[in-house]
């Protein structure tokens, strides 16, 4: 397997712009996690979903963030409108039923000027 | 909030034994303790996990203290491409990606 594969891995967009972070989990993985990390707060869970239900969100920071997850081999984090302070490496990861391991992707790194 | 608490950064010798401390004192009787690391520009990857007794992988040792307070992981041989932030997280026996990472150390291996 290829393992998580995140895309684009590097995104440059003005501000105010849309922008929208793809992930493709590990296939048989029922458990997707989105994550944010910058210098200032670490690595940050955002949202995750089970078996393509999103469980939690309570870590998204405000309306203008959203996820899908359209099917089990496909993951979407949305910013509209973006804001320089969106600027950070989103990461990806997914994990098996009931696992004690996840696996991430190499991330998004994104620049909102 | 993290749950852990770890030095920002630790230097280690090529070769030598690297021993990075995490201290868990609010850990409750069902959680386990997870080490993940993350190399420069890569995302985070998972080591080693355990509840109380000692565990070894291919990759590293985890020691964890007979009251569950505090844990140590160890790399055995260090090598250069071990530098890179190390954390140690805190959770259910079926965390997944569920995570919450603290600051984690910094190990530097230096030849």
């Known amino acids: 397997d290829a393992g998580v594969i995140q895309s684009p891995r590097h995104e440059v967009t003005e501000m105010g712009q849309e922008v929208t972070l793809r992930c493709k989990p590990i296939s048989g993985h029922n458990s997707l996690f989105w994550y944010r990390q910058t210098m200032m707060r670490g690595l940050e869970l955002l949202i995750y979903?089970?078996?393509?239900?999103?469980?939690?969100d309570s870590g998204m920071p405000e309306d203008r963030f959203s996820a899908k997850m359209p099917n089990a081999s496909f993951s979407t984090l949305k910013i509209q409108p973006s804001e320089p302070r969106d600027s950070a490496v989103y990461f990806c990861?997914?994990?098996?039923?009931?696992?004690?391991?996840?696996?991430f992707g190499q991330g998004t790194r994104l620049t909102v000027v | 909030d993290a749950k852990t608490t770890q030095p920002p950064s630790m230097d280690c010798a090529e070769g030598r034994a690297a021993n990075l401390p995490c201290n868990h004192s609010?850990?409750?009787?069902?959680?386990?303790v997870y080490w993940y690391r993350q190399i420069h520009s890569q995302g985070p990857q998972y080591i080693i996990h355990g509840l109380k007794n000692n565990e070894t992988n291919e990759m590293a040792s985890l020691i964890i203290t007979e009251d569950r307070k505090s844990s140590t992981l160890i790399l055995p041989h260090a090598t250069l491409r071990d530098t890179a932030v190390y954390y140690c997280?805190?959770?259910?026996?079926?965390?997944?990606?569920?995570?919450?990472f603290g600051q984690g150390t910094e190990l530097s291996v230096k030849p």
């Open positions: 997280i805190t959770g259910g026996d079926n965390q997944g990606g569920k995570l919450i």
């Open positions: 609010t850990i409750s009787g069902n959680e386990y």
């Open positions: 979903f089970n078996n393509n239900v999103p469980i939690d």
């Open positions: 990861a997914s994990s098996f039923p009931g696992s004690t391991e996840a696996f």
